[in-house]
């Protein structure tokens, strides 16, 4: 059975203080801090890439864990800003830095913050129907990109980062169950206008507030699992507030779900796997991930350690 | 619904939404932004008063409800 193996991730080395963009913006620090609840917003270098922060997350992968490029017959890459506006799919062009083999299969997929739980599936689904053993799931969706550096509501929000997910045939944590949705009527809460990023704050709100505490009890239900079973919960890091009050309508133990995004901000479809890093150490058993976002698209998956 | 009851729905959200907000009659009218409400808060607020009333209360509705009074009238007229 495929599954997850191993994680790394990679944060550029450039970054945004975000107390003094709070100033910048005559926003009031204390609310930065603890509201919207972060400090440092990790963004790309003039010399940064999609492809190039994959492949810094690939090398961080090899430091812990020994992979042979020759093995890897898969490759997804996630992200809705890629280098050369996707043409050629950025997966081609990180097979080539990986020197990968050509019976290695390639492609991107375009979605946001919910991207990495879709991602997972799509990636261990495609690799089961085609009898594949080893694969990488990258996320790399830079909104440094796309920020309209005069709007206050995205800046002071969002960070980059990537990440790659070995997945294996010898994993440390296999899927148990997940549930996708989508309310394409919302989408224009988080659209790009030209070239630039528009986001309706309410309106994320109430759809993450709303929507996705239903769909997070749906899955447990499926799985016969009550939130006391799950040793922890991996919620999209969008916003301090918004985490913490989904926390408490969802009926999730805090102390199981981890708010880490005062040094990343909201990393999009990187901000699961960031935690996922972390939280692997701990060998948690069941673990809970909900991605919600650009769509409106929200995923949610139940993965149980592999004993 | 009538007035009071809706008055008592958004009094009692503000005060459980906001750290240190205690409600009475005479702040009715003020804006939120006067009583200390944040931006945040202020969202969390109108969901949660319109979900205490049964109702539905859209983005571009929500937007014109800056005073406690202004969310008490939107809910009292559903």
New interface residues.
Partial sequence: MLGIQSIASYLPKGSVDNLEQADRFETDREFVEQKIGVTTLPKFEAQDSVVSASIAAFKSLCEKQSIDPAEIECVVLCTQNPDNGGLPHNSALVHAELGLPEDCACFDIGLGCSGYVYGLSVIQSFMAANGMKKGLLFTCDPYSRILNPEDKNTCLLFGDAASVTLISDTPRYTLSSAKFSTKGAGSAALHKNGSLLEMNGRAVFNFALQDVPKQIKRVLESAELKMENVDLFLLHQGSRFMLENMIKRTGIPADKAPIRLSETGNTVSSSIPLLLEKELDNSPGTILMSGFGVGLSWATAIYTQVK | MDREEAAKIVMSMLEKNVEGLKMSEDKMGETLENLGV???DM??VV?DAGEAAGITIS?DE??KLDTPDKIVEFIAKQ
């Fill in positions: 944040d931006s945040l969202m969390l969901m983005d929500a937007e």
